[in-house]
């Protein structure tokens, strides 16, 4: 059994939902989790599971071992400075708001002149939810490799792990794997309007769209071989899928969709701009 680090959270809302969720599942001691949520409803919910609550930043923090910051970009500086007061030198802080870099969270965490050292940036993904998430992970030479390996723990129990080097990085994970899935999820939508179009039942249309997605999925994960390899594959000279393709070539699909992620990159790094003074 894996051993767990005392944790706060400083945000309850999805992402920490799926992060305690994770740790409990695999034997992680409730006791060792701190909350601290400001909306009454969601503290309910987390006392039910057994572990401790704040409304607001208290002596508690400075108890826990590691701190994962899980709140909105534009909310960040002034939580972090809330938080300060019981921050300890070997504290790991964790963060995974969007768009806000290391440098600024070194500064408020410490000083212009000292930033505070131990930090790691992080960019999960909404399938974190179901155990299938996948993370995008940064952290300044300053943090050392015992907290990179706990940290990498600690996310690991909700998916995978990628460590990429420093804040744009995170920022092309935001726009890659951090909104990907609303770029699989709008793919979904398309393929069960386009049944439903052909004459399928909602119900058909989208059983055939999800396995359909799933399969291709594990297909490409269990492969030696690359996507446009698979993709040739079931592509017949003259037949329907090479039909359908034609279209998406018609529609630059595959250039809307670099595009999109450029765009979600550039915003990324509009955020840090915005919210990391």
């Not at 992402?15 to 740790?23: D, K």
């Not at 701190?67 to 500086?77: E, H, L, S």
């Amino acid at each position: 059994m894996a051993t767990f680090p005392s944790v706060a959270f400083i945000g309850g809302g999805n992402m920490a939902n799926a992060l305690v969720s994770g740790m409990l599942a695999q034997g992680c001691p409730a006791e060792q989790v701190h909350v601290v949520e400001v909306v009454d409803a969601l503290q309910a919910q987390w006392r039910a599971r057994s572990v401790s609550v704040s409304g607001a930043p208290d002596q508690l923090l400075g108890e826990r071992q590691v701190w994962i910051f899980a709140v909105k970009p534009q909310q960040m500086r002034e939580v972090v400075m809330q938080c300060r007061p019981w921050l300890k030198p070997d504290t790991l802080v964790i963060s995974i708001a969007a768009g806000i870099s290391i440098e600024s969270l070194g500064k408020w965490l410490g000083n212009e002149t000292v930033p505070f050292a131990n930090i790691v940036r992080c960019m999960p993904n909404t399938p974190a939810l179901v155990g299938a998430g996948v993370t995008g992970m940064s952290a300044p030479t300053t943090t050392n490799a015992a907290d990179r390996d706990k940290a990498t723990a600690l996310l690991s129990t909700v998916g995978e792990v990628v460590w990429v080097d420093g804040d744009r990085a995170i920022d092309a994970v935001t726009a890659l794997s951090g909104s990907g899935p609303a770029y699989v999820f709008l793919f979904l939508e398309s393929l069960i309007k386009g049944g439903l179009a052909l004459g399928l039942s909602e119900s058909q249309a989208r059983d055939l769209a999800l396995s359909t997605l799933a399969g291709a999925t594990k297909l490409a994960q269990q492969s030696t071989e690359s996507p446009s390899v698979l993709r040739e594959r079931v592509t017949s000279k003259g037949g329907t899928t090479a039909a359908a393709l034609d279209v998406f070539a018609q529609q630059s699909f595959g250039q809307a969709v670099v595009q999109a992620m450029a765009a979600a990159d550039r915003r990324a790094a509009e955020l840090s701009i915005e919210f990391g003074k």
